[in-house]
């Protein structure tokens, strides 16, 4: 997996919401996705644990329309829950060959 590349932090309802992209060797092009840590994840013990929700939006929804088009980091941060938003939308040459039933 190429480098991961923070492109965004910020602090959102106690927790930080955090977007990285990355070169995807499938797609063969930069995607995206965020991570909202609660404020329980900020300063962890040994004992903390806390729930991962993959949220997989549908096509055509980007990681920004989940980050900005919804409230659910309050939420997460009532609940001290992790969330994790890859973008889901189809992207990149591979994308393109699909549609035109161009894949060997």
């Given at each position: 997996m190429?480098?991961?590349?923070?492109?965004?932090?910020?602090?959102?309802?106690?927790?930080?919401?955090?977007?990285?992209?990355?070169m995807?060797?499938?797609?063969?092009?930069?995607?995206?996705f965020?991570?909202?840590?609660?404020?329980?994840?900020?300063?962890?013990?040994?004992?903390?644990?806390?729930?991962?929700?993959?949220?997989?939006?549908?096509?055509?929804?980007?990681?920004?329309?989940?980050?900005?088009?919804?409230?659910?980091?309050r939420?997460?941060?009532?609940?001290?829950?992790?969330?994790?938003?890859?973008?889901?939308?189809?992207?990149?040459?591979?994308?393109?060959?699909?549609?035109k039933?161009?894949?060997?």
């Open positions: 190429a480098a991961l590349v923070e492109v965004l932090s910020k602090k959102v309802s106690g927790g930080i919401q955090k977007v990285y992209k990355h995807s060797d499938a797609l063969q092009c930069n995607m995206m965020s991570v909202y840590l609660p404020p329980a994840a900020l300063n962890p013990t040994e004992s903390t644990k806390l729930p991962i929700l993959y949220w997989l939006a549908g096509r055509g929804c980007s990681t920004d329309d989940f980050i900005h088009g919804t409230n659910f980091q939420y997460a941060s009532q609940h001290n829950m992790v969330v994790v938003s890859p973008d889901t939308s189809p992207r990149g040459e591979y994308s393109i060959k699909k549609a039933g161009q894949l060997n």
